[in-house]
T-cell receptor
Framework: DAGVIQSPRHEVTEMGQEVTLRCKPI?????LFWYRQTMMRGLELLIY????????DSGMPEDRFSAKMPNASFSTLKIQPSEPRDSAVYFC????????????FGQGTRLTVV | QKEVEQNSGPLSVPEGAIASLNCTYS??????FFWYRQYSGKSPELIMF????GDKEDGRFTAQLNKASQYVSLLIRDSQPSDSATYLC????????????????FGQGTILTVHP
C-alpha cells in the first residue's frame, strides 16, 4: 500500500482565496483525521471521520473551514476564504477504529497564505 | 486544561544517556496511548503504543503507563544523536456519546536533542 496520500504537498495562495486540501487514506482504514500543526499550537485535531461520517469537528477553528468525506477513499479540507493565520502544515491520517491501532500520517500539505 | 500535556522541554541529553519524556492526560476513559517521533519537516511516525498499566519495552525504548495517575512516559536508553527529534504523546479516547475508541489527540510535543 502506498500509505496515506495528500495533495498538494505545498500550496501558496493569496488571502481571500479558496484552498482545498486532499487526502486518500490507506485502503481498509475506517477512521480519517485532519490535523493542523504550527509551532505555537502543536498538532491540533481539526476533525475526524468514522466510516465517512464526521464524528467530532470541535477542533475546526471557524466556519471558514469545512471537511468532507464523500467515500471511503477520499477526503477534502476546504478553507474559504483563506487568511494568513491559516498558514500551517496540514496532516491527514488514517487508522482502524479499534483502540490499539496506530494512525498513519500522510506527508502533509504546507500551506502559506500571503 | 489541555487533554494531553507533555513536559515542555526542550530536553537535551548527552549521547549514551537515558532520555525521559512525560505525558499526562485528562480523560480517565482513555484506552490506549501512543508515542510518535517527528523529525523536522517530516510527518509523525509511531515508536510504540501501550494500553496496559506497567512497562512495555521495545529495543532501546520503554513506555510506562499509570492509569490511576493518568500518566504515561517514554524512556530512551543509550540515546543517540539520531534520536534528536520531537516526541509526541497521543491518546485514543472514546468519541463523545459513542462506543468506538476513535478520537486520537496529541500533546504539544517535546523537542529532544542528543549531543555527542
Amino acid at each position: 500500500d502506498a500509505g496515506v496520500i495528500q495533495s498538494p504537498r505545498h500550496e501558496v495562495t493569496e488571502m481571500g482565496q479558496e484552498v482545498t486540501l486532499r487526502c486518500k487514506p490507506i485502503s481498509g482504514h475506517n477512521s480519517l483525521f485532519w490535523y493542523r500543526q504550527t509551532m505555537m499550537r502543536g498538532l491540533e485535531l481539526l476533525i475526524y471521520f468514522n466510516n465517512n461520517v464526521p464524528i467530532d469537528d470541535s477542533g475546526m477553528p471557524e466556519d471558514r473551514f469545512s471537511a468532507k468525506m464523500p467515500n471511503a477513499s477520499f477526503s477534502t479540507l476546504k478553507i474559504q476564504p483563506s487568511e494568513p493565520r491559516d498558514s500551517a502544515v496540514y496532516f491527514c491520517a488514517s487508522s482502524l477504529p479499534a483502540p490499539n491501532t496506530e494512525a498513519f500520517f500522510g506527508q502533509g500539505t504546507r500551506l502559506t497564505v500571503v | 486544561q489541555k487533554e494531553v500535556e507533555q513536559n515542555s522541554g526542550p530536553l537535551s541529553v548527552p549521547e549514551g544517556a537515558i532520555a525521559s519524556l512525560n505525558c499526562t492526560y485528562s480523560d480517565r476513559g482513555s484506552q490506549s496511548f501512543f508515542w510518535y517521533r517527528q523529525y523536522s519537516g517530516k510527518s509523525p511516525e509511531l515508536i510504540m503504543f501501550i494500553y496496559s498499566n506497567g512497562d512495555k519495552e521495545d529495543g532501546r525504548f520503554t513506555a510506562q503507563l499509570n492509569k490511576a495517575s493518568q500518566y504515561v512516559s517514554l524512556l530512551i536508553r543509550d540515546s543517540q544523536p539520531s534520536d534528536s527529534a520531537t516526541y509526541l504523546c497521543a491518546v485514543k479516547s472514546l468519541e463523545a456519546g459513542g462506543t468506538s475508541y476513535g478520537k486520537l489527540t496529541f500533546g504539544q510535543g517535546t523537542i529532544l536533542t542528543v549531543h555527542p
